[in-house]
């Protein structure tokens, strides 16, 4: 006769489909309450809901293959899951969350409860979490904890997918006082472990928490002695044990638990700490069930009523949206000449240039009679550029005399908006033109840029009433054409910055990048540093705020836009803005330090800082570094942090002068001179640097790397750092051999 209990392989085959379809698990009621009471709130963030994530295996299942989709990496030296939290898109987050899918059937009226299972993924993920924290071997805490929770997937997999079949197999195994994967094998052909690491693999769990689901009814002592990272597996397992034996919650499974000492004694733990876990896990799994809303009274109300609000919430959020939307697309069909005149631009035209392209676009857009754009005279000159633009679309520049006592830009424009008659406040400039404006119908604005007018335009209506049906537009646009005025007026004097940076740099009194003897500190931080740093300074501050202002407008301008190639424009000019910024920041950071704050400081704690830091740069775990300190150099004088940012720019360096394979560090330190210095070097045997590059190394922006790849400001901040500490620092370098950094630092 045939066996009835044998299950057909496509039967198996047909269940992997069914639970493979399975995009998230659902949750109860009760937590989506709660996940949606906590989105209602305006001040949410990542780590609000963070606590009831961490405790519901659904949400913690979404959340760790939405991380994962966002190239977000979760494991490395420690599990660290709020840290991956607070890098996801908050609104990417949120719409996962409002998302998840709630359980038709909570209170299974056969088989087990999705709250008894909860309860005992709850129970299980405490006990593995302090298993992890006692065991002699050294386990992640927090990997044991997530592991645990979502040991059983599988068991909610089935649940969601097949409820009635696994009503029958929870009934089954009751009856039988069995195993529940003895009876899904029997019923379905495969078991809940499977089934959960075909999910776990689907959604890309790490490792360790794949292998805890698929092992943890197997014998994990002997599969860790071959397979270490099976070890968290042999924690949830025990942690399972632990768990039935507290009676919180049900899995479903009700074979007779097995001993757990030799289990115990596989990790190194005796049965009084398994004990001291058991009093303790009581009131561990009573904060998180009030936490979930898991005691609530009625869950589906309380779940029905949170909906609601959210639903009424995102209608008004998206009515405000659709207006919002009205309004950006009203305003975008009188910006579009301003993105055309942005899109026509480039980081080499001149201020007048860029005048006369954007009081022609004015004109075309607008559709005005002659404009007439000037700008306004730097400092205490009386002499200006202006372009007018006639009506046949002309246009021609030409310079003019501003009279005495008369302000270029009336006074009521000089530092805001308004809308003025132009003959009643610059009729001198019109005496100037060989042009007539039309007096009564040109009117005057300013273009202003951090609160102050940068130019003036003035312009002819065919209808002058339009002027205050404009305004707002008029206002909108010449702020932007504002912006980009003064960052080319700021880029022109600026060019004196430059040519002054390069004769500080290479005149006579530069920092020199390499010293053969070891000198006093004070003869490498003379004035030149300094004049650099304040050089630095003045162009960081004059460039800032124009790019700003220039960023912001490209945003706004690129939100409301809805051709897609000009979207993408202004997105670019957006992120090279932001670009700008970041070396201005650079710049500034360097020119302005924070004061140092020396404290005496063990060399040895520097360099485990910066070694950190460097692991931090590069991605490179395991350096090759070989550390000598001296028994007369063991302190230095320093303020610590800043020196050890300084020695990680330098490893940073040493470790990329290696073209192939990690090559070898070597860092020393030792006693220089009458003992009041330690100096500290830095050995690679790396690529090494020409006479030429050597004597760039430690300028502000300077790379012997490829243009775009990297900014250049390491051993800048080196040399700046150890000079703003009272020391110094060299280097000598020879192509093909390696590199030697220096850094003398004042021990006392």
């Not at 409002?98 to 993924?121: M, N």
């Not at 092992?215 to 025990?238: G, K, N, Y």
């Not at 301008?557 to 970041?582: G, M, P, V, W």
Request: charged share 20%; proline share 5%; hydrophobic share 45%.
């Amino acid at each position: 006769m045939p066996d009835k209990s044998f299950t057909p392989p496509t039967a198996a085959r047909q269940v992997e489909f069914a639970i493979g379809r399975l995009d998230s698990l659902s949750t109860l009621p009760s937590i989506a309450a709660q996940v949606f009471s906590k989105l209602l709130q305006s001040s949410s963030s990542p780590l609000v809901l963070a606590d009831i994530i961490e405790s519901d295996p659904a949400l913690m299942a979404s959340v760790l293959s939405l991380i994962d989709r966002h190239g977000i990496r979760l494991t490395g030296r420690s599990f660290l899951l709020r840290v991956a939290l607070e890098r996801l898109p908050a609104q990417i987050l949120r719409d996962a969350l409002l998302s998840i899918k709630v359980s038709r059937d909570p209170q299974a009226r056969e088989g087990v409860s999705r709250k008894e299972l909860l309860l005992h993924s709850l129970a299980v993920a405490c006990s593995a979490e302090s298993i992890a924290r006692i065991a002699p071997a050294r386990l992640d805490s927090q990997l044991a904890y997530c592991a645990g929770l979502l040991h059983d997937i599988g068991k909610l997999a089935l649940a969601d997918a097949m409820p009635k079949s696994f009503a029958r197999i929870v009934e089954e195994a009751k009856s039988g006082q069995s195993c529940s994967s003895a009876v899904e094998q029997r019923r379905l052909g495969t078991d809940h472990t499977i089934l959960g690491k075909r999910l776990a693999q689907k959604w890309r769990f790490p490792d360790a928490i794949t292998l805890a689901i698929w092992l943890h009814h197997s014998d994990t002592a002997a599969i860790s002695q071959d397979m270490p990272q099976a070890r968290i597996a042999q924690v949830v397992q025990l942690a399972d044990f632990v768990a039935r034996q507290s009676g919180m919650g049900q899995s479903g499974s009700y074979d007779p638990p097995e001993s757990i000492e030799k289990k115990a004694q596989s990790l190194g733990i005796s049965l009084e700490q398994l004990q001291q876990i058991l009093q303790g896990l009581l009131t561990e799994i009573a904060e998180k069930s009030r936490l979930l809303g898991l005691d609530s009274a009625d869950a589906v109300a309380d779940y029905g009523d949170a909906a609601h609000a959210a639903a009424a919430q995102l209608a008004r959020r998206q009515t405000e949206l659709s207006a919002e939307n009205r309004n950006l697309q009203t305003a975008s069909s009188h910006l579009d000449f301003v993105t055309d005149f942005l899109l026509s631009i480039n980081s080499t035209t001149g201020a007048i240039d860029l005048a006369e392209s954007f009081a022609g676009r004015w004109q075309k857009f607008y559709q005005t009679g002659m404009v007439c754009l000037y700008l306004a005279p730097p400092g205490e000159s009386r002499r200006l550029d202006a372009v007018v633009v006639e009506s046949l679309g002309q246009s021609k520049t030409l310079c003019l005399d501003v009279p005495d006592q008369v302000s270029a830009v009336p006074k009521p424009i000089a530092n805001s908006f308004a809308v003025l008659d132009a003959h009643a406040h610059i009729g001198w400039l019109f005496e100037q033109l060989d042009v007539d404006f039309g007096a009564g119908r040109t009117k005057l604005i300013p273009l202003i840029s951090n609160d102050r007018a940068v130019a003036a335009i003035a312009f002819e209506l065919h209808y002058p009433g339009d002027a205050a049906l404009f305004e707002e537009k008029f206002k909108t646009s010449s702020s932007i054409a504002a912006a980009v005025l003064d960052i080319a007026l700021a880029s022109a004097d600026h060019q004196c910055f430059a040519e002054r940076f390069a004769q500080l740099i290479s005149g006579p009194g530069a920092v020199r990048a390499s010293m053969p003897e070891p000198v006093p500190p004070e003869t490498v931080t003379g004035s030149s540093i300094e004049a650099l740093a304040e050089m630095a300074a003045g162009a960081a501050h004059e460039l800032n705020n124009p790019l700003a202002i220039v960023s912001g407008r490209a945003q706004l301008l690129a939100e409301a836009e809805t051709d897609q190639q000009k979207k993408e424009i202004l997105n670019l000019i957006r992120q090279n803005a932001s670009e700008a910024s970041a070396i201005i920041k650079d710049l500034m950071t360097f020119a302005e330090p924070p004061q140092p704050r020396p404290a005496r400081t063990e060399i040895r704690q520097i360099l485990d800082e910066a070694l950190q830091l460097t692991s931090r740069k590069t991605n490179v775990e395991h350096i090759n570094v070989q550390i000598e300190v001296a028994e007369d150099a063991k302190e230095v004088f320093v303020d610590s942090a800043q020196i050890a940012s300084a020695i990680a720019n330098v490893l940073t360096n040493a470790i990329e002068s290696y073209s192939d394979e990690l090559g070898p560090i070597k860092i020393t330190a030792q006693s220089a001179g009458s003992g009041e210095m330690v100096r500290l070097q830095i050995m690679d045997l790396g690529c090494g640097m020409d006479a030429q590059t050597l004597r760039k190394a430690v300028q502000p922006f300077f790379s012997a790397r490829p243009a775009g790849r990297k900014r250049g400001m390491g051993l800048a901040y080196a040399a700046r750092f150890a000079q703003i500490n009272g020391g110094a620092l060299s280097i000598e370098s020879q192509p093909g051999v390696g590199t030697t950094v220096t850094f003398h630092l004042p021990s006392r």
